[in-house]
């Protein structure tokens, strides 16, 4: 059948633009696979034990080309301490890796047969690593052992003389037999290599006095020990970020402020963005290995230390480091001379050499030994690794805090099962627990005054706890320079009837915990968050208050929170849902943010330059930032100056994205709005955009903005009304727009 010009045109009209979306809706939209539950590490890991710190070590990195033996060990270990390894019979491994100074050298610089540009690392858990060297530039032991044996600069030896010089020993012909049976009856140098790896991955320090303290004892650590536990898990300081439990690092590679010509990282990667990063060593054992850092300049731990809370990195000046050459992480922080002492005796905890392999009275070469210097380091440990006492075993009861007494001297003598209840007073303390099951109560007076503890500017954390099924209840809290309730790695956790202020960058804070309930909690004053959930599995944030503070509340990298009947205003942003990357949660999905009040939000920031959120613009009452599965429904969002609701991709604002950065499956609906977008930050500004009821960037093509809005950015937003083809076509048309506008 013949058609009519009129059906032609009509054909055209409609089917071309049916074609266009269909075409657009073919594209690829990058969606990111969705990381299994069980691979994600979220909430508290440490399920099996009361104190919410024992955490399963991870299994060795092995070599399936070289399964171990006890031969291979053997021969190994041997060879380790053996010059006969060098070129002029005067170097061994251990003359670099000497076990009495914790499998270093006590040099600044590595000293071969000259001088080397980077300090010795210590080989103590490099089972567990991957990246080998400062630089990451070795996989494995096997070929890690290549660089030292071969380099003009260190041992410097020929393999093939090497072969064959350990022929001619006959204890070596009978133990490279017992380990290598199945080979050829000559020496090889890739033998040699094999030996010494399978020697290393047997130096373990996974026994210390923290690691009993995890287990359950709690006498293993002092009480100095302890609040320097607290100091080095919490925000306090940021010691946790890059040196996590249980191996003490990350196995990242961080970037220290440095402005030389030792390229770290970047030299492997070929990523300038790597220029001066390298690789973040373990702490166990750390008291054994002075001097510190990957040049070996710092002396102590406690310059160490130091040099951190600068937040400098290792330049002396701020001024004189190129932009972007320090890692995140790094920011300033002060600590007492108390809180400095226990920090540095925590570390001391951290000390284990109880299965450090014996050093062999002699080699199969007859060559002189390494011999053992001393380490004030040990004497430094031994003296710091006391413990403490045991409470008086005893049924439960309930502890009184008497008004100008201690708190902490009661919370030591507590049990699980005991309720501390403190009366009302000033406290001016900070308060440290670790016992599972106790709750902290306080008891109002005739005028329903809480009991108060003021910090005054001089310690770092209000209350600091670990331990599972942790009640914090009916307290005020202000003055504290990092945060005011500070609980990490802990499951089933209550914080209620709080009152928080000025208590430095956090309000209240549970991190890497699991069942948190905070309810009835207000918090003013704080630089970031004033209610603050990081890393954490099924939460409920209800009833609360956030007002005066950087941020409102906040939910980061966790999994399943519910936010509810909450009033967030005078922030500068209401309530903030994000993924921030290089942390150990790779995901922050599933949070139900809903009747919540969002209003006035257009307080100037004021967190300091280094913090993540200083990025963040003021007048925003929600912000998503690179959060799946988020349900935002029957809010009340009003005059926030920015913005009232935003959507946002974390991409733009980081480097070395770890994560997926884009917002999926966000589905807003039966929220109101007013007032909105009068005034816009000018970072929105300068991000091309205007204000608005909701800011939408076209990140990702899932969202649904089921609402009544009267204003937006796009003017069309996608809705559950839209089919599917429709929603991802609308989407690459919209980033087609935005990539050509530029």
Known sequence: MKLKLWQKTALWIVGLPLAVVLLLAALPTHDEPVIPDAELTVGAQARGSSSGLQVPFPQPVGNSANPSTPEKVELGRLLFFDAALSTNNQLACASCHNPALGFSDGKQLAQGSAT?????????????????????????????????????????????????????????????????????????????????????????????????????????????????????????????????????????????????????????????????????????????????????????????????????????????????????????????????????????????????????????????????????????????????????????????????????????????????????????????????????????????????????????????????????????????????VFVDGATGIVLRDLFVEDTGVYGVYPVHCSDVLIERVTATGVNDAGIYVGQCRNIVVRDSIGYGNVIGIEVENSIGAEVYNNEAYGNSVGIFIDLLPNLPSKASRGTRLHNNISRDNNLANFSTPEMTSAMLPNGVGILVLGADDVEIYDNKLNDNNTVGLAVFSAAPFFENLDIDPNPERLHAHGNTYSSNGSAPDKLVVKLGLYGADVLWDASNWSPRFDDQIEGAFPPALPATGWPVLLRRAYWQLLNFVINTLG
């Open 116 to 484: 080397l540009t980077r300090n010795t690392p210590a080989l103590y858990g490099v089972a567990y690593s991957r990246s080998l060297f400062w630089d990451g530039r070795a996989p494995t032991l096997e070929e890690q052992s290549l660089t030292p044996l071969t380099n003009h600069a260190e041992m410097a030896v020929d393999p093939a003389q090497l072969e064959t010089e350990l022929a001619k020993m006959p204890r070596y012909t009978e133990l490279f037999s017992a380990a290598f049976p199945n080979q050829s009856t000559s020496i090889k140098f890739e033998q040699v290599t094999f030996a010494l790896a399978a020697f290393e991955r047997t130096l373990f320090a996974n026994n210390t006095p923290f690691d009993r303290y995890a287990a359950g004892d709690s006498t293993a650590l002092s009480s100095s020990q302890k609040r320097g536990l607290a100091l080095f898990r919490s925000g306090a300081t940021g010691c946790y970020n890059c040196h996590p439990g249980p191996l003490f690092t990350n196995g990242s590679f961080e970037r220290l402020g440095m402005n030389s010509s030792d390229n770290g990282r970047a030299d492997v990667t070929g990523n300038a963005a790597d220029r001066g990063a390298f690789k973040v060593p373990t702490l166990r054992n750390i008291a054994l290995s002075a001097p510190y850092m990957h040049d070996g300049s710092l002396p102590t731990l406690e310059a160490v230390v130091d040099m951190y809370a600068t937040g400098k990195g290792l330049r002396a000046s701020a001024d004189a480091r190129p932009a972007g050459t320090l890692s995140r992480f790094i920011r300033p922080f002060e600590l007492s001379t108390a809180e400095r002492t226990d920090l540095v005796n925590f570390l001391y905890a951290l000390t284990d050499e109880s299965s450090t392999p014996a050093v062999p009275q002699n080699v199969p070469s007859g060559l002189p030994v390494t011999d053992a210097p001393a380490n004030s380091g040990r004497a430094a440990a031994a003296a710091a690794n006391t413990g403490s006492s045991q409470p008086t075993a005893r049924a439960a009861t309930t502890l009184r805090v008497r008004s100008g007494t201690s708190i902490q001297t009661v919370v030591d003598s507590a049990i699980p099962g005991d309720i501390v209840e403190i009366e009302a007073g000033t406290y001016n303390e900070a308060v440290v627990t670790d016992t599972p099951g106790i709750t902290l109560r306080g008891i109002a007076d005739a005028a329903g005054k809480q009991p108060v503890l003021d910090g005054k500017g001089q310690h770092a954390n209000g209350i600091s706890a670990t331990g599972n099924n942790l009640v914090i209840e009916n307290l005020t809290l202000r003055n504290y320079r990092n945060n005011g």
